[in-house]
């Protein structure tokens, strides 16, 4: 009907001048004009499919770009030849439905159409969700550019399921994706996955859409992706319309720092909102961390109750016996106005999400989480679960409903390197290393970086304890090392007793240098003051839309490096200088000159390098031998960790 061309074209109109005034380009783009011609030989036909109205952006050629507004809407005059059509084409699609498939091109995700601009107008103005299309592919060459190499981890995906709707904007989010739903970007995903995908993302994208979704920046699938992480993704296909607009308000701000990687750091504890009673009477007390439990009203009779959830047994983890020690450390500070549990054994989302239930019946209202694994548990618990307080220890991962806690250790570690270097006979250095995880490349190459400063000679020769297959020590000692950086806690299963700085001697004897101090206790104790004189809520309202990521350093006293009596006094005042010049900011370990491998220039002098540089360091300094490993040399059992928190991305070395 012509009167619906009419309101049609003033919709485009409108658009139009909205692309005016805010500067938008206002008519279709021709796909021509943005990449030149094509061989044949980047040219994919993939047949005919089903395809979303809203990646539907251009036309292929220049010749009815101006015909339409950018939402493709018509412009031309209601008494032209192409209004008659377009009305035709209404009045067809209102009867019977249009069924031809349109042409289209498809380059970077999105489509452009040859034939059938009328068609994609009249859908969309029917607010339709897709329309039938004959698609080719035009392949585009392949760059180091974000959108680029998204694009061909779509395609990886798009082999496996043929389905074009679901877009990310961040690098890795397909295999989240493959992960959330158990299958692989391998081989062709069953059926009744599919099933699940498709009627589970249109849905949640039309309630997303009718509830203001798609912010800037922010695609379907990066919000897709965040609900699945939180919900079942079956619960899209057989739960209630308003269920899943409920849960899709609950998590709107976590779309928006997950994908956004919105991360507000604490490096120090924040001032106490309210000032304790004994701190107004001027009092001097020792410990602080107890203020809080006179000013809060919190005592042994209503104490503060935390649940601490270990992935293994703190008698075979050195991990979780060092949070073992911290959480009996944080029960001795507040004398008795916290009360703890624990469980051991949560190696799986199952077995943490029953924990944090069980802490829950127990009333306790703050959970600590101690492995990167455990974050996609804590996420869901969170939601279900909103009075709770639950934290997890990693860094570098953005969760609006669970706050993170990790130390500063690359600054032991830079002191740590210093002492070694100054020790060190034949200018090599060990360094064993866990898993390659964000903020551990920090400690390498702070290790490396203070090794140069005393010796610009050495050479640090990096093992990797996670491997399926080798043997860390015995490879560095056959290389002439003697000096070695181990592990950084002991554990109580192993008979060595082996850990920190130590020298090789003879046969399997070996003596310790200086150890690297992960003072949980305090850490803990800190995290539990700041919910005692309401800083904690005041960091949640300043952080706004960003995740909350505590850490803390030498300065707040969680971190140390503790030397033998075997190292000469001269060192040890070395060591003591670099404390001081770290907790004060006089020293900065990463700052003038860096050398990274493949001699590429970190920085030649200037500013040092950000938080955010440091924390997501995916490279190594060039006075280090060794490399990343590749995801399928890593044992099974770190694998989940280094999944969740790892810079190393499945079957790469990167």
């Known amino acids: 009907m012509k009167e619906d061309y009419i309101n049609a074209r003033k919709l485009g109109e409108k658009a139009r001048t909205r692309a005016f005034l805010t500067g938008r380009y206002p008519y279709l783009p021709a796909l021509d004009e943005m990449i030149g011609g094509t061989s044949a030989a980047s040219e994919i036909p993939l047949g005919v499919h089903e395809i979303p109205l809203h990646l539907i952006v251009g036309t292929k050629t220049s010749g009815r770009k101006n015909a339409f507004a950018y939402n493709f809407m ?26 031809d498939p349109i042409k289209v091109y498809e380059y970077m995700g ?3 159409v040859e034939e059938g601009n009328k068609r994609v107008s009249v859908m969309n103005y029917f607010k ?69 995908l498709r009627d589970g993302f249109r849905r949640f994208a039309e309630i997303y859409e009718q509830k203001g979704g798609r912010p800037e920046g922010i695609t379907d699938g990066d919000a897709y992706l965040t609900y699945i992480t939180v919900f079942p993704a079956e619960s899209l296909v057989y739960d209630g319309k308003d269920l899943i607009s409920k849960r899709i308000t609950q998590i709107r701000e976590e779309v928006k720092t997950q994908t956004r990687k919105a991360i507000d750091l604490v490096e120090s504890p924040s001032a106490p909102k309210k000032p304790s009673v004994i701190a107004e009477a001027g009092a001097v007390v020792a410990n602080v961390l107890t203020l809080g439990a006179l000013s809060e009203g919190y005592s042994a009779a209503n104490p503060l109750k935390a649940a601490f959830i270990y992935e293994k047994e703190p008698g075979n983890s050195s991990w979780a016996y060092a949070h073992e020690l911290g959480r009996q450390a944080l029960m001795d500070q507040f004398g008795g106005a916290v009360d703890t549990v624990f469980f051991t054994g949560c190696d799986s989302d ?35 679960h909103p009075k709770m307080k639950i934290l997890n220890c990693s860094v570098n991962l953005s969760r609006k409903a669970v706050r993170t806690y990790y130390a500063k250790m690359y600054e032991a570690k830079f002191i740590l390197g210093a002492i070694a270097a100054s020790l060190c006979e034949n200018h090599k250095i060990g360094y064993r290393s866990d898993y390659p995880l964000f ?22 020769y990096l093992k990797w304890a996670s491997l399926k297959e080798g043997d860390w020590e015995k490879e560095l000692i056959d290389e002439g090392v003697r000096i070695i950086s181990g592990s950084d806690m002991v554990r109580l299963d192993d008979p060595s007793r082996k850990y920190g700085l130590y020298r090789v ?63 000469p006094y001269e060192t040890r005042r070395l060591a003591s200088i670099l404390k001081q010049g770290i907790i004060t900011g006089a020293y900065v370990p990463f700052e003038g000159q860096i050398l990274a491998q493949k001699a590429l220039v970190r920085r030649d002098g200037g500013a040092p390098l950000t938080p955010e540089e440091i924390i997501t360091m995916d490279w190594l300094l060039s006075n280090i031998e060794g490399e990343m490993p590749r995801f399928d040399q890593l044992r099974e059992d770190v694998a989940r960790n280094v999944s969740v928190n790892g810079i190393l991305e499945k079957g790469t070395a990167k």
């Open 74 to 99: 018509p412009l031309l005059d209601p008494s032209s030849e192409f209004a008659l059509k377009w009305a035709s084409l209404y009045d067809y699609q209102k009867n019977e439905g249009l069924r």
């Open 110 to 112: 999105r489509f452009y």
């Open 128 to 196: 339709s969700y897709s329309i039938s299309a004959d698609v080719i592919r035009i392949m585009p060459p392949r760059t180091d550019d974000l959108e680029n190499v998204v694009y061909y981890e779509f395609l990886d995906f798009f082999k496996v399921t043929r389905f074009f709707e679901i877009q990310f904007s961040q690098k890795g989010s397909y295999q989240k994706l493959a992960d959330q739903m158990g299958e692989s970007l391998e081989k062709p995903w069953p059926e009744e996955k599919m099933e699940i």
């Open 350 to 384: 199952e077995k943490v999400l029953a924990a944090i239930e069980s802490a829950r019946v127990d009333e306790d209202t703050l959970i600590f989480t101690t492995a990167p694994s455990m974050m996609p548990a804590a996420l869901k618990a969170a939601y279900m």
């Open 439 to 460: 903020g551990n490349i920090a400690q390498i190459n702070a290790f490396a970086l203070g090794a140069s400063l005393v010796d610009p000679s050495c050479r640090v």
């Open 505 to 567: 001697k003879s046969g399997s004897a070996w003596e310790g240098i200086a150890a690297p101090v992960w003072d949980w206790g305090r850490y803990y104790g800190l995290i539990c003051q700041s919910i005692m004189d309401g800083t904690w809520d005041a960091e949640d309202a300043n952080s706004k839309d960003k995740a909350v990521n505590y850490w803390y350093g030498l300065k707040s006293g969680v971190v140390d490096v503790l030397p033998s009596d075997r190292v």
